[in-house]
């Protein structure tokens, strides 16, 4: 403090003395105002601070809770019959601090009633055989390794023909929402919104594993990356991208440090990556997530190739200037506006 005194007026007309910097900040609450250079650092850190942790869900732990779930809750009481994979430093529905992941299951005969909401979903399907989901009149078939989309705003219900579960892992932009306030549902009328089948080889809405699987070994060098692009090059939504990887036994992918936040699935393979220097071991039908910048590396085991899924925020952070990664010049990212 200077020593001299300013003299300040409330807004009746009252003369306000603070003589010190406490007394002026006791008072500053019941205006609704607080003082930035408090909290400096805080909102304006040196580096991306994440809230979330890394973390590995097992599938065969999942797994049989999952199925338990078919026995003990009916699809009518669930709507959705999912296990949400919740991180452990935050709660429902961030696996990420951005990115929301849940294993889903139908059992036979049962229906998803239909449903349409903000958020944008894309689906890895895991295992099963006869489930389909139904995307505004358009019924798609469910095969192991497939990415299906579920567009915003688009009725979608899902469904199961035949013996045995379905099971699939869900990608969502839905914790975006706890920013935005916008995201709602709506039901349709009926629990299925009426729909054909369609040719899943030829829907812009599935991505076939099989033709990704053949992209990803027709690349050269011991680790590949693809991504899920629409017919137009674009990402599949304007919030989640998604992308398939392959990494040669024994071998590595490249070290990554970005703003991104992602979750991984383990199609194929065995191995483990490091995500902050601490290793995290993983087989088929494992998941695990990166938090944003956290230096991350996979390595394959000595055994079998490794078939990697990944869902991201990249296409929201890229499109709001967000997307950094490590290592790359900044100053080519400065605005000329």
């Known amino acids: ?30 205006t609704q105002t607080l003082p930035l250079w408090k909290q400096m650092k805080k909102l304006n850190p040196p580096e991306p601070n994440p809230r979330c942790v890394p973390h590995i869900w097992k599938y065969d732990e999942l797994k049989p809770l999952l199925l338990r779930t078919g026995d003990l809750v009916t699809d009518k009481e669930a709507e959705r019959r999912v296990l949400m994979l919740i991180n452990p430093a935050r709660e429902a529905p961030c696996t990420t601090d951005t990115v929301y992941a849940g294993l889903q299951l ?16 894309m689906r890895f399907i895991i295992e099963g055989s006869g489930g389909f989901t139904a995307v505004h009149g358009r019924r798609i078939a469910m095969r192991r390794g497939d990415v299906i989309l579920t567009p915003t705003w688009n009725y979608h219900d899902h469904g199961k023909d035949g013996s045995g579960p ?20 709506q039901h349709y009328a009926d629990p299925r919104y009426p729909a054909e089948n369609v040719d899943t080889s030829k829907s812009p809405l599935v991505f076939p594993w099989e033709r990704m699987k053949e992209r990803l070994d027709a690349a050269e060098g011991n680790w590949a990356s693809k991504p899920y ?30 703003t991104a936040s992602s979750v991984y699935h383990v199609i194929d393979g065995a191995g483990y990556s490091t995500i902050n220097s601490k290793r995290f071991d993983w087989k088929q039908g494992d998941t695990f997530c990166v938090p944003s910048w956290q230096t991350y590396q996979h390595f394959a085991g000595p055994e079998d190739d490794v078939y990697l899924y990944r869902f991201d925020d990249k296409p929201m952070l890229k499109a709001l200037g967000f997307y950094r990664v490590d290592g790359v010049d900044i100053e080519s990212l400065v605005s000329e506006q």
């Not at 300040?8 to 500053?28: M, S």
């Not at 137009?232 to 990887?245: F, H, M, P, Q, R």
Request: with cysteine; glycine share 8%; hydrophobic share 35%.
């Open 166 to 185: 379905m099971i699939w892992l869900d990608g969502l932009d839905l914790p975006c929402f706890q920013h935005f306030p916008v995201h709602f549902v």
């Open 229 to 258: 692009l629409k017919e137009d090059g674009s990402d599949v939504s304007k919030t989640l991208g998604g992308s398939a990887e392959r990494l040669s036994k024994g071998s590595s992918s490249p070290p990554v440090r970005e």
């Open 1 to 30: 403090m200077s020593g001299t005194e300013t003299e300040t007026y409330l807004a009746n007309g009252q003369k306000a003395e603070y003589k010190t910097q406490d007394e002026l900040l006791a008072a500053l609450p019941a």
């Open 106 to 121: 139908v059992m036979p005969n049962e229906t998803a009633p239909a449903h349409r909401h903000t958020a944008f979903a």
